[in-house]
């Protein structure tokens, strides 16, 4: 077993874990972070999808041992006191969810592409930006409208 | 996941020496691959070498027309690189429809290639650029790099450490990708390079490849005219469920076409 130590959602974390644990159990299983989802074990759903130092990775893919120092942020850490953060809400507003579990991958994955590609997004850009992330529910369509609703009110605040 | 022993090292040299000292080790670059194959119990090092924090495998420069690429730098970085945009345009492009998103923020050149899945997009272009890859002992040319379905020449300790891609004249990519995963059903990379075209194929066969009945097609001139009347070996195709072998050559053809379109 080995210490790790990270920042999660602002707060300085730490814990024991084996060279295996995986990025998404540590969450789950050590800090009771089960916003965090996992889907497959292919590294292809998405349902797992966070922030590390910034960047979208998918948590099932990386060891908790790697992310050592690293910079974290889960869907838990969007909404404050004042709220859900914009692009939460915006999934809300349009019908972007039925049952949920792909949802905390897919604001996650929402707030990379807004992040690297701003906030005036266009159809096409959204569906190719979220080829990682799959959904059995929605259809796709709802989420697209709830990501540049999303990102055009992370624009406006 | 069986368990391991996780060692991280900060320089060539010591993942080296890791490697040595270990029963079964691997090393590992972004784990896009070496995790799920752990996962599935495909895989179960006693050791797991972390190239992550070894930074003289990462950058990109352009010197002596050639662009190099460090073997750890990731899919995202090469396709967000103003100097990979402008020296290989199509190099850019292809990175940038690797997988997706968050595998592209892990995911490497060096893992890719090391890993010669017969469905990846670079070794495609490591081919047709006629790349030389780096290692922690060696030159490799491309040809001489890829040698079997998940085989490569590397050494079990031996570590790619860039590769150096000559900056062609003209080149494209074409992917007809798999909707699920988006690798390459077939992908056929062409690029005219000091007057030659080569042609780079992958996903066709069981190891990534050069088209040479293609480029005896083409006779170094970016003119797809005489692509459709090439024969292609059906029976050296793969034929799974995703595309049989009669389809697969079928797509060679059309993939080039379009490749060859597209460096016009
Ligand atoms: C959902 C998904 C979709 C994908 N889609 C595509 C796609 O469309 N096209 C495509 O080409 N790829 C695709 N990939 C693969 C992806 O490109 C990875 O980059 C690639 O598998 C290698 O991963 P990695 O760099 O993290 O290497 P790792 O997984 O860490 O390592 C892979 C192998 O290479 C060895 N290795 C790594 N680095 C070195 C080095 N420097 N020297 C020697 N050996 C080394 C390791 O020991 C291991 O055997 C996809 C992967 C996933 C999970
Ligand atoms: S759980 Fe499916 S990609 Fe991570
Ligand atoms: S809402 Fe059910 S999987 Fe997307």
Same mark, same amino acid.
């Given at each position: 077993m080995s210490t790790v130590s990270m920042t999660v959602n602002g707060e300085a974390v730490c814990g024991k874990v084996?060279?295996?644990?995986?990025?998404?159990?540590?969450?789950?299983?050590?800090?009771?972070?089960?916003?965090? @989802?996992?889907?497959?074990?292919?590294?292809?759903?998405?349902?797992?999808?966070? @922030?590390?130092?910034?960047?979208?990775?998918?948590s099932c893919t990386m060891l908790a041992i790697q992310a050592d120092g690293a910079d974290v942020t889960t869907i838990e850490g969007l909404a404050n006191e004042a709220g859900l953060h914009p692009m939460q809400q915006a999934f809300m507003d349009n019908h972007g969810l039925q049952c949920g579990f792909c949802t905390p991958g897919m604001v996650m994955s929402a707030l990379d592409i807004v992040n690297r590609?701003? @906030?005036?997004?266009?159809?096409?850009?959204? $569906?190719?930006?979220?080829?990682?992330?799959?959904? $059995?529910c929605t259809g796709y369509h709802n989420i697209v409208k709830a990501v540049q609703a999303g990102a055009k009110a992370m624009g406006g605040s | 996941?069986?368990? /391991?022993?996780?060692?991280?090292?900060?320089?060539?040299?010591? #993942?080296?020496?890791?490697?040595?000292?270990?029963?079964?080790?691997?090393?590992?670059?972004?784990?896009?691959?070496?995790?799920? *194959?752990?996962?599935?119990?495909?895989?179960?090092?006693?050791?797991?070498?972390?190239?992550?924090?070894?930074?003289?495998?990462?950058?990109?420069?352009?010197?002596? &027309?050639?662009?190099?690429?460090?073997?750890?730098?990731?899919? #995202?970085?090469? =396709?967000?690189?103003?100097?990979?945009?402008?020296?290989?345009?199509?190099?850019?492009?292809?990175?940038?429809?690797?997988?997706?998103?968050?595998?592209?923020?892990?995911? +490497?050149?060096?893992?890719?290639? =090391?890993?010669?899945?017969?469905?990846?997009?670079?070794? =495609?272009?490591?081919?047709?650029?006629?790349?030389?890859?780096?290692?922690?002992?060696?030159?490799?040319?491309?040809?001489?790099? /890829? +040698?079997?379905?998940? &085989? +490569?020449?590397?050494?079990?300790?031996e570590i790619v450490t860039s590769v150096s891609f000559p900056l062609p004249e003209a080149a494209a990519y074409m992917k007809f990708e798999n909707p699920?995963?988006?690798?390459?059903?077939?992908?056929? /990379?062409? =690029?005219? *390079?000091?007057?030659?075209?080569?042609?780079?194929? +992958?996903?066709?066969? #069981?190891?990534?490849h050069r088209g040479l009945r293609l480029e005896a097609a083409l006779g170094g001139e970016l003119d797809a005219g005489g692509i459709d009347a090439v024969e292609l070996p059906v029976e050296q195709m793969n034929s799974d469920i995703h595309a049989s072998a009669e389809y697969r050559a079928h797509l060679v053809k059309v993939m080039t076409k379009r490749a060859v379109e597209a460096c016009q």
């Open positions: 084996e060279s295996r644990t995986l990025l998404v159990q540590f969450l789950r299983e050590n800090l009771g972070l089960t916003g965090t @989802h996992v889907g497959c074990d292919t590294s292809q759903c998405g349902a797992c999808v966070i @922030h590390v130092n910034g960047k979208s990775v998918k590609s701003g @906030h005036e997004l266009d159809e096409s850009t959204v $569906r190719k930006e979220l080829e990682g992330n799959i959904c $059995r | 996941m069986y368990e /391991f022993n996780y060692r991280k090292v900060a320089s060539v040299a010591a #993942a080296t020496e890791a490697m040595q000292q270990a029963e079964d080790g691997k090393f590992m670059a972004g784990g896009q691959t070496m995790l799920p *194959t752990m996962k599935h119990r495909l895989a179960s090092p006693s050791d797991l070498i972390d190239l992550g924090g070894v930074a003289e495998l990462t950058g990109i420069s352009v010197e002596n &027309e050639n662009l190099i690429v460090g073997a750890m730098t990731t899919h #995202a970085a090469v =396709a967000a690189s103003a100097e990979v945009q402008q020296a290989i345009p199509a190099l850019a492009r292809l990175a940038g429809n690797i997988g997706d998103p968050a595998v592209r923020n892990r995911g +490497t050149l060096g893992g890719s290639i =090391a890993n010669h899945d017969p469905a990846a997009d670079y070794p =495609a272009a490591v081919i047709a650029l006629g790349a030389t890859v780096q290692t922690s002992k060696r030159a490799i040319s491309a040809e001489e790099f /890829f +040698t079997g379905m998940f &085989e +490569t020449a590397l050494e079990d300790d699920a995963s988006r690798y390459a059903i077939v992908g056929v /990379f062409v =690029a005219k *390079t000091g007057g030659e075209v080569r042609v780079g194929v +992958t996903g066709a066969t #069981a190891c990534a």
